[in-house]
């Protein structure tokens, strides 16, 4: 046999016997579940889950808060029967507008994770 074919052999043979190593899943495990300890040893925090929270959902809720407020506020302005059902179409109009936000920053958000 040439040196060449010994050397193939033993890259093939090394090879073969690291696909088979057994201790590989035991250190995956223990990487894999030191990871979630690390994860669940940190203190909950309302702040951080709700920045987690995308702003496809988060905007349409400050434009149904801000609406809501020109509901309860609008009647004591204006002295009209159609103060509350203008408030009501103005808390539609900001939810709309709230939806259309927060897609465009969930989008803006995509293309900033895809450009790194």
Do not use: C
Not at 66 to 73: A, E, K, P, Q, R
């Amino acid at each position: 046999m040439s040196s060449e074919e010994q050397d193939r052999l033993k890259k093939l043979r090394d090879r073969q016997l690291q696909a088979r190593d057994p201790l590989a899943r035991q250190r995956n495990f223990q990487h894999n579940s030191s990871t979630k300890e690390k994860r669940m040893r940190k203190p909950f925090s309302l702040s951080k889950a709700w920045k987690d929270i995308p702003h496809i959902f988060k905007s349409p809720f400050y434009g149904l808060l801000l609406g809501v407020s020109v509901v309860f506020v609008l009647p004591t302005i204006w002295d009209s029967p159609y103060a509350i059902i203008v408030g009501a179409g103005a808390t539609l109009l900001l939810i709309i507008l709230g939806l259309i936000l927060g897609n465009s920053l969930d989008i803006r958000d995509r293309i900033r994770d895809n450009l790194k």
